[in-house]
């Protein structure tokens, strides 16, 4: 049971925008920047987001990111299969320690 | 982004102990923290524990404590994570992540090791 939670899948079809949500409470993103990383079946996982909302160089701006209270919204827009993914949310969290959301699988 | 190079898979029984390494390019360890991540057959990403190099100190996540042991070698840029008292649940990916700790505990993980699989079978 992850700490954050995320929805376990959302689909679109290409073009089209997904949002994906990551729940927390006032101890982890309530208080704390989050960041969002992507992974492909089979690699590692990869930086998309820190600091809530900044994109890492190469990253391109059809990923956006933001946050209310304890929550927080990964974006991606014009959809593409090579965004086929698992994606998640993560930050730190009072208990001096870092918590992930559960993954959400984003199908195109 | 920086290449951290990890050691190769493991198969171990349970009740024995494996250690992982991951090798950093040389100037990582200067002012960037270590930490590892595990990733049990899909499932999800899990926090086990940090090492800042330069400091030697470690910190764990609860569940780890007394179990996990995170060290730094700064002469040979490679961190280490053991595990003692393998089960079979400690079967999973593991993983090496540079970690950036900057201001009011904005933290991430901008570089990742290409993961170990550490298999506990009896």
């Known amino acids: 049971q992850s700490v954050l939670t995320q929805p376990p899948s959302v689909s679109a079809a290409p073009g089209q925008r997904v949002t994906i949500s990551c729940s927390g409470r006032s101890s982890n993103i309530g208080s704390n920047h989050v960041s969002w990383y992507q992974q492909v079946p089979g690699t590692a996982p990869k930086l998309l987001i820190y600091d809530t909302f900044q994109r890492p160089s190469g990253i391109p701006d059809r990923f956006s990111a933001s946050k209310s209270g304890t929550s927080a919204t990964l974006g991606i827009s014009g959809l593409q299969t090579g965004d086929e993914a698992e994606y998640f949310c993560?930050?730190?969290?009072?208990?001096?320690?870092?918590?992930f959301g559960g993954g959400t699988k984003v199908t195109v | 982004q920086v290449q951290l190079v990890q050691s190769g898979a493991e198969v171990k029984k349970p009740g024995s102990s494996v250690r992982v390494s991951c090798k950093a390019p040389?100037?990582?360890?200067?002012?960037?923290?270590l930490s590892w991540v595990r990733q049990a057959p899909g499932q999800g990403l899990e926090w086990m524990g940090r090492?800042?190099?330069?400091?030697?100190?470690?910190n764990y996540a609860q569940k780890f404590q007394g179990r996990v042991t995170i060290t730094a070698d700064r002469s040979t840029n490679t961190a280490y994570m053991e595990i003692t008292s393998l089960r079979l649940q400690d079967t999973a990916i593991y993983y090496c992540?540079?970690?950036?700790?900057?201001?009011?505990?904005?933290?991430?993980?901008?570089?990742w090791g290409q993961g170990t699989l550490v298999n506990v079978s009896s």
């Open positions: 992540a540079r970690d950036v700790m900057g201001r009011n505990n904005a933290f991430h993980f901008d570089s």
């Open positions: 040389g100037g990582t360890f200067s002012s960037f923290g």
């Open positions: 090492i800042v190099p330069i400091l030697t100190v470690a």
């Open positions: 993560a930050t730190w969290d009072s208990t001096l320690s870092v918590v």
